[in-house]
C-alpha cells in the first residue's frame, strides 16, 4: 500500500470509528457488533503502525489512551475562567433577580436554569472541526493542558461534523463521572482494598490528573457543555441558543434546560429540577441560573471572582443526623472484610436509612467513629449511604474506639493484609460468608436466576454443610433437603428442580455466575462473543485478553488467576460433568434474526431499581433491535421501568407512554 492510499484509508476507518462511537456512546444505537468495531478499530492501529508519520493526535486509537506524559503543561485561556457565587434559599435568588432588574432597568428578565454538575470545570477548544486543545480552570487565568486525557472521554467529539463551524472557538462544559460509574469504581476498589473516592467530583478531578491516560481512559468519565468561552465568530444571541448549537455540532449538552420568562417561572424551573435531579444519571447539587441575552450578559460584566449574570442555587443536601447503634464486620465473595454501622433509621429524602458502610479500618480511625456516636449521614444520588461527620460535642462519656478484629467474624481465621492494600481479608476459601455470598450471586437474577434459592435458603444449605462449593446445589437430595426446618416435599422437589433447569442456561449468564473477579454481567457476555465459550476463556493469554476493548490489567489478571487456582479448575470440571456449559460453545449466528427485530422500532428509557443492572438491560434492548435513549418525550415507546421509579415515571404517565416492569420486558424478549 502506498503512502497516499493508506492515508486514504485511515481517514475512511476513522470516520467509520468515529461514527460507530458516537452511535454507540451518544445514541445508544449501534450499528455494529462489539466484534466488528473491534476488527475496524485493530485495522487501523494495523496501518498506524505501519505508516506512524500518518497517525493523528485525534485518532479513535488515542481514545484508548497511549503512552503515559509527564506532567500537564500550564496553558493560558482565551477568556478568563470563573466561578460562580452561591445562594442557599429562594429568598437570596430573589435578591440576585432584584439586583438584574435594578442593572438592567426591566422587571421580567428571560434566563435559563441548568443543573449543576458536580465535576470539574473544562475549557475546550476546537478548530477546523478538530479538537485541539481541553484544560482544566486552574486559577481562571491559566489551568493545565489536559487534552491527552479529555480525548479518552469517549462522548467527547474529536472531531466536528462537517456543518460545524470551522472556525477557532472555546467552550466550557464540565468533565464528571455518572453516578453509576462512581459507584461502579468504588465498588472495585472496595473489592481490591483500594482507598474509596469521597464523591463523584472528587472521583472524576483524581481520574483527570493521572499522567497515564490509559488509567482515564477506564474511568467511564462523561461531559456535559454548558457554556462558550472566547468565541467571536459564532454568532449567537442567546444562552438558549446555545442548546441547539451543540446539538448541531454533536456536542453533549444537558438533558435538561429550562427557559423562564420572569421569576415565577424561575422559581418553578428550580422546584421541578430539585425533583428531577433524583433521576439524574449524575449528582446534582443545585441550579444554575443564567441570563438569557448574550447581550445583557455583557452589560452586566463581572466582579473579580464571578459573573453578576449567573448565579448557582443550591439545593438542601441530602444530609440527616443519627446515632451509631453498633458495627457490623462483613465478609464479601472475596473474603474483603467491610464494617458497616447499624443506624438509628432516619429519612433521608424519602427513604428510610438503617445502614452506612464505614469502608475500612483507616476510615474510622481517621474519622475517628466510634459506636454510640452522634454522625451526620449523606445519601447523594444512588450512593450508599455514608458517614461524613461525627458530632463530637455529642459524645457522652468515654466511648471505646472501635478496631477491626484480628479474625474473620465468621469462621474465626485469622486475617490477612494483602501488599499495599488498606482492607483486610478472610483467606479461607470454605468461609461460610464468603460460600453464601458466591451461592447468592450464583443463583441471582442477572446470573443461573435460580428461583427459590434466596437468603435464607442459602443460609439453611450452607449451615447445614449441604453447599459447600457451586458443585454441591446439584448434587442436592431431596431426603437431606426435607431434614431442614420448613422444607416440606412441594417446596423441596421445586427447588431441586428449579437448580437442574439452570443447567440449560445462557453461556454467558453462566460465566458471569462463576463470579470471575470484576467480569460482570455485560463483560461476561463480550467475553463469551469473543471466546465462544468458558473453557476457551480460561486458555486465553495476557495479551490476548488485554487487546479486548475495555478489558484492562487488572481484569485480565483477575481472569488468570481465576483460572489458574487449583480450587476453580477442579470446580469447573465438576460442573462440566455436572452437565453444566463449561465447554458449551456459542452458537455461531448470534441471535436469531427473528429474535433481533423482536423490539425492532421502539425506543425505550429504563429507570428505578432492578434486579441487574441497567446496562444489561440496554444491552438486551439494543440486540434486539430497539432503542435506548435517556430522557422521556413523546417518541419514547415504552418506559422499563424497576422499583422506585421517580420522576420518568411520573412523566411516562403525563405523556401516555407506556409503562412496562420487568417481568414483562422478560415476556415481551420471550424469557418470561
Ligand atoms: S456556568 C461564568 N453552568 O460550577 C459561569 N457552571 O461553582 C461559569 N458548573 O466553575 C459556570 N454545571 O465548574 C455553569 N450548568 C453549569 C454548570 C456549571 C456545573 C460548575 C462549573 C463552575 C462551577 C461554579
New binding site residues.
Partial sequence: MTEAQAREEISRITHELERHNRLYYVDAAPEITDREFDDLYRSLVTLETQFPALKSPNSPTQRVGGEPISGFAPVEHPAR????D?TYSEQELVEFYERLRKLLGISDIPVVI????????VSVIYENRELIRAAT?GDGQTGDDITRNARTIRRLPLRLPADAPAGRFEL?G?IFLPTAGFAKINKEREEEGEPLFMNPRNAAAGSLKQLDPRITARRPLDI?F??IGLAADLELREQIELQDFFKKCRLPS?DKVWLASNLDQTLAAIRELDVLRHSLPYVTDGA?I?VNSLAAQAELG?TSK??RW?I?YKFEPEQAETRILSIDVQVGRTGALTPVANLEPVLISGSTVARATLHNQKEISERDIRVNDVVIIEKAGEIIPAVVKVLKEKRVGDLPVFVMPPECPICGSPVEKRGKLIKLFCPNPYCSAKIKRRVLHYASRGAMAIDGLGEQIVEQLVEADLVKTLPDLYRLELASLLKLDNFGDDKSSALLNEISKSKGSDIARFLFALGVPRVGATLARKLISHYGSVRKLGEASEPELMSIPGVKKVIAKGILDFFASPENQAMLAELETLGLPVNAEKAESAPADSTKAVLAGTTWVITGTLSQPREAFNDRILAAGGKVSSSISAATTYLLAGEKAGSKLAKANSLGVKVIDEAAFEEMLGVG
Avoid at 81 to 84: A, E, H, V
Avoid at 114 to 121: R, S
Fill in positions: 475562567m470563573m466561578s460562580l452561591n441548568e443543573p449543576k454538575i458536580d465535576g470539574v470545570a480552570r466550557r464540565e456535559i454548558y457554556g444537558g444554575v443564567k463581572a464571578a459573573p449567573a448557582a
